[in-house]
């Protein structure tokens, strides 16, 4: 049995919901791409923000090695949406919004 899923905290929530090629460019023949909210805050926290692995699991309150997973998905995403031409939607996941 797998190990339940633990929520993973975001700070900030996307600004917007999705990125894509402009409509008259040549769009890849696959659909949209999802990017999860959780993989957004790990980009942010560590592409945007500087922050390392350990701080970034810090902020999010999980393992290290889970962040390390979750910010490999994610640039996975990012660079098969950029090569591609293909729509990134951002939305779903584990997560649960901090406090403030």
């Known amino acids: 049995m797998p190990r339940p899923v633990k929520c993973r905290r975001v700070c900030a929530m996307p ?3 999705g990125f894509g090629p402009l409509p008259r460019a ?11 909210v959780d993989e957004y805050e790990a980009l942010r926290l560590i592409d945007l923000e500087g ?4 701080q970034c699991a ?15 998905a994610a ?4 660079a098969d949406a950029l090569v591609n031409g293909r ?7 584990s ?6």
């Open 15 to 17: 600004r917007t919901k």
């Open 26 to 36: 040549a769009c890849g023949k696959e659909g949209p791409l999802t990017l999860s």
């Open 51 to 54: 922050m390392t692995q350990e």
């Open 58 to 72: 810090a902020q999010m309150e999980v393992a290290r090695t889970t962040v390390q997973a979750v910010y490999d």
């Open 75 to 78: 640039r996975r995403k990012v």
């Open 87 to 93: 729509r990134l939607v951002i939305e779903g996941g």
């Open 95 to 100: 997560y649960r919004l901090c406090p403030q």
